[in-house]
Structures are given as C-alpha cells and as structure tokens.
C-alpha cells in the first residue's frame, strides 16, 4: 500500500489518484459491458433462432468472472490511492470533517474531489461544485498549494473546528 511519502507533492498524489479514478471506472464499464452479454434470460426449453443453435451462456459468465479476478488486485490498489488522497481532501479517520475542507472550505474540498477522485473534466467540476471553472481552477491551485505549504499528512490530520 502507499502511503504520503510515496509523493514529492499534492499534484503527484492527486494525478495519481485521478489516473486510479479513471481505471477503476474503465474497468467498472468492461465488467458492465461483460455482464452485458452474458444476456441473462428467463428459462426457455424450446430451441433458439431458426437454427435452433444455443450460445454458451456459462462460456460468457467464467470470462467476465476469470476477468474481475484478475482486475480485482488493481481496483483495490486504485481504490485505497483514492481513499489517500480522500483523506487529504477531507480528513482521515472516521470523522470526516477535516483535511482541506477544514482549512480552506468546503467548496475547494469539493473541487479536488471531482477533479482527482471523480476523475473527471474541468466543465463537470464547475457543475458539481456549482462554481466557474475559472474558480475551480484557482480552488485547486491554492488547495496544492495550501497542502504543500503544510504537508499531506498534516493535512489529512487537520480536524475542524467543532472537533476541538
């Protein structure tokens, strides 16, 4: 597992999040696609198709399975890189009120994690966050920033200010 010191700064822990991201939602979708295909019916004892021909459904179910055993390591991998950076974002622990929501607000909390957990594009951040994408953009700045000024572990430490 990774850990905080496996990063020189915020934008190599977060671009590696982002490209976990975005793995584990490429593979979500071929293991959709796969489980597309096996095309689950209701029982049938009459013979398919004018040629009476049955595909094995079974054939389509061990290659998805043999699949998402083989993916299951990296999507692990993906997701505890995404809950490191999470914990950034929002504070480690179970309480989370914390990270850089807690030191710089919500809303820059809010950027980073669709831009680098989400994975997603500069016009979805600006919709999520209901921001400009011109702030958006400043938001995660200042939060690097902010978290390389003070360090991500510090930083995932941080607790807000009901916590004490």
């Known amino acids: ?3 905080y010191e496996d990063y020189s700064c915020a934008r190599d822990l977060f671009e590696a999040a982002r ?19 096996e095309g689950v019916r209701a029982q049938s004892y009459e013979p398919h198709g004018r040629s009476g021909h049955r595909t094995d459904v079974m054939a389509a179910v ?3 399975l ?7 390591r990296r999507v692990n991998e993906d997701y505890a890189l995404i809950d490191l950076a999470c914990n950034v974002i929002y504070g480690s622990g179970d309480q989370r009120s914390g990270g850089i929501g807690a030191l710089l607000g919500s809303a820059y909390a809010d950027a980073l994690w669709w ?9 979805n951040v600006a919709k999520g966050c209901r921001m400009s994408e011109r702030w958006c953009r400043r938001a995660v700045e200042t939060a690097m920033e902010t978290i390389d000024a003070f360090g991500m572990r510090r ?3 941080v ?5 004490g």
């Open 1 to 3: 597992m990774t850990g």
């Open 19 to 37: 490209d976990a991201a975005r793995e584990a939602e490429r593979t979500r979708r071929v293991l959709s696609g796969m489980e597309g295909r």
């Open 62 to 64: 061990d290659e998805r």
């Open 66 to 72: 043999d699949y998402e055993e083989r993916m299951r």
């Open 115 to 123: 831009r680098y957990c989400a994975g997603t594009t500069w016009a």
């Open 155 to 157: 930083v995932a430490e």
């Open 159 to 163: 607790r807000g200010a009901a916590e």
